[in-house]
């Protein structure tokens, strides 16, 4: 653990140095659970949807644009964004929306419009309870990366967790991430959503000549993100109860 933080500090002023932002792309796919690979297999309908899903998470591109102080993570526009089934890919995950990160005011914005309606959901950097595991490496290119977990709980449906799990990157010491989650001692570049969704590093670029700003928008309500899953909560119930 010693040697990790003496890493990461030597790498912080090196990189502060000579690179202040980037731009890293992302994939995502989908993770079939393998009690349910043969079912999906023997389900033509099932086996269609898991097909056409994976063909679109093929074409499907994030982006994480970053400077020393903030980031802004969404997905690439595509003509393809007015297709359901390209739309559905997308929220996997949470891939839907646009996530601003800002270490000053030590906050994540994620901008998102449910059921025609904008909104700009508040969570604290310090949202995310991080284990570290300084002693499982894996390499991801040519970057070392370590692996860190956290258990997210939403306390208003049932108290229903989600499990993450991070590969982070000392060699590029900033504590961004994809869809928002930050806080690591390198960038995120890697993140098993639940055992559901994966997002992997496609390409990146930390050109120190590149000159990225970006303010957020005010066109929108801004919610603290416990009462924005009530809302949610709420609508949901609502719209099943309509349907019965």
């Known amino acids: 653990m010693k040697y990790i933080l003496l890493l990461i500090i030597v790498t912080s002023n090196v990189f502060a140095q000579k690179n202040t932002t980037g731009l890293i792309t992302y994939s995502k ?40 102080y903030s980031s802004i993570f969404n997905v690439v526009e595509s003509i393809d964004k007015e297709n359901k089934m390209w739309r559905i890919c997308v929220a996997g995950g949470d891939g839907d929306g646009v996530y601003f990160d800002n270490i000053k005011t030590k906050t994540i914005n994620r901008k998102i419009t449910p059921f025609n309606k904008t909104y700009f959901v508040v969570k604290s950097r310090s949202f995310y309870n991080w284990k570290l595991y300084p002693n499982v490496i894996k390499k991801i290119g040519k970057y070392t990366c370590y692996k860190a977990t956290c258990i997210m709980v939403n306390n208003v449906i049932n108290k229903k967790s989600k499990n993450i799990t991070a ?63 009530k809302i949610m909560t709420g609508v949901i119930s609502q719209r099943r109860f309509n349907r019965e």
Do not use: R
């Not at 033509?44 to 998470?57: G, H, P």
């Open 29 to 68: 796919h989908t993770v079939v659970e393998k009690d349910n690979q043969q079912n999906i297999k023997e389900d033509k309908i099932a086996n269609y949807i898991n097909s056409e899903i994976e063909k679109l998470n093929e074409k499907i591109e994030y982006t994480l644009k970053f400077n020393i």
């Open 167 to 229: 590969w982070y990157c000392p060699q590029i010491p900033v504590s961004f991430g994809p869809v928002g989650f930050s806080g690591l001692p390198g960038l995120i570049l890697e993140l098993n959503y639940n055992n559901k969704y994966i997002y992997n590093v496609k390409y990146v670029n930390l050109d120190k000549k590149q000159n990225i700003q970006f303010n957020i928008p005010k066109n929108g309500e801004i919610i603290q993100i416990e009462q924005f899953e």
